[in-house]
């Protein structure tokens, strides 16, 4: 069966193959209501899973966070900014991944992969530092 391309469909994959910071549904609706004013959130959520099943999007799962939509469609990894929630693209590497070979010899069919890391981003790091370190300055300065 052929899937309709409609004005909606090719706005939201546009968005999100164009974006760089894996926005929400919600993003993703805020951003497409720019282009197409009436456009509903359930439409927009129709749209991402046909763009997903039509293997134009990936979807990003980050463990207790908002599902996320990625317009890159090469395998790889992502960082997830605990404070800020910036989501970052990552080389795959290959140190990281498990042997698919094992996996399939026990029986496994994998179709996919992800591997997230959780922590800081460079910038929230740098502002998390500044206080400590002033902190521990002024603690200097007493002595």
Same mark, same amino acid.
């Given at each position: 069966?052929?899937?309709?391309? *409609?004005?909606? %469909?090719?706005?939201?994959? +546009?968005?999100?193959? *164009?974006?760089?910071?894996?926005? *929400?549904?919600?993003?993703?609706?805020?951003?497409?209501?720019?282009?197409?004013?009436?456009?509903?959130? $359930?439409?927009?959520?129709?749209?991402?899973?046909? %763009?997903?099943?039509?293997?134009?999007?990936?979807?990003?799962? %980050?463990?207790?966070?908002?599902?996320?939509?990625? $317009?890159?469609?090469? +395998?790889?990894?992502?960082?997830?900014?605990?404070?800020?929630?910036?989501?970052?693209?990552l080389a795959?590497?290959?140190?990281?991944?498990?042997?698919?070979?094992?996996?399939?010899?026990? $029986?496994?069919?994998?179709?996919?992969?992800?591997?997230?890391?959780?922590?800081?981003?460079?910038?929230?790091?740098?502002?998390?530092?500044?206080?400590?370190?002033?902190?521990r300055?002024?603690?200097?300065?007493?002595?």
């Open positions: 069966m052929k899937t309709r391309r *409609t004005r909606q %469909l090719a706005t939201i994959h +546009e968005i999100v193959a *164009t974006a760089h910071d894996h926005p *929400t549904a919600e993003q993703v609706c805020d951003r497409a209501r720019r282009r197409v004013p009436r456009i509903s959130l $359930g439409t927009v959520y129709r749209n991402l899973q046909k %763009l997903e099943e039509q293997q134009q999007v990936r979807v990003v799962h %980050l463990h207790d966070r908002p599902t996320r939509y990625d $317009g890159m469609l090469q +395998e790889h990894d992502h960082f997830l900014c605990e404070r800020c929630g910036m989501v970052a693209d795959q590497s290959r140190e990281a991944r498990p042997n698919w070979s094992r996996l399939y010899r026990a $029986g496994y069919r994998v179709r996919a992969q992800a591997l997230t890391f959780y922590g800081l981003c460079p910038q929230c790091r740098r502002s998390e530092e500044r206080p400590s370190r002033a902190g300055d002024s603690a200097h300065q007493q002595d």
